[in-house]
């Protein structure tokens, strides 16, 4: 399995920005999708998770902002990121694995991650 993110970029205070990651491999209902995110320092964050045809979910700091869809013609996850604040800023992941509910904020439940893209947010 391969995941390919893209999207990134540099953006005001309050601009969007749309994430996508391309799963190959394997069809991307197959897994839990989720998207994490690193800033210098700090260790990696959950950020949201989709399962086809299930729930999302989302990291209390962006919910109401952040909304994670999903393609499965495209085998393709997106992330549409609104009222971006620079506290955002970070490099965005996207991985794979089998969550159950309990562990899908954990990094270590993901077996195959993206290579990341850098969002820059400024003030």
């Known amino acids: 399995v391969q995941l390919q993110a893209s999207g990134g970029g540099l953006v005001q205070a309050g601009g969007s920005l749309r994430l996508s990651c391309v799963v190959s491999?394997?069809?991307?209902?197959?897994?839990?999708i989720a998207w994490f995110r690193q800033a210098p320092g700090k260790e990696r964050a959950f950020v949201g998770a989709i399962r086809w045809g299930g729930p999302r979910y989302y990291a209390d700091s962006v919910k109401g902002r952040f909304t994670i869809s999903g393609d499965n013609a495209k085998n393709t996850v997106y992330l549409q990121m609104n009222s971006l604040r620079p506290e955002d800023t970070a490099v965005y992941y996207c991985a794979a694995g089998n969550a159950i509910t309990s562990t899908l904020m954990r990094p270590q439940t993901y077996n195959y991650w993206g290579q990341g893209t850098q969002v820059t947010v400024s003030s």
């Open positions: 491999g394997r069809t991307f209902s197959t897994y839990t």
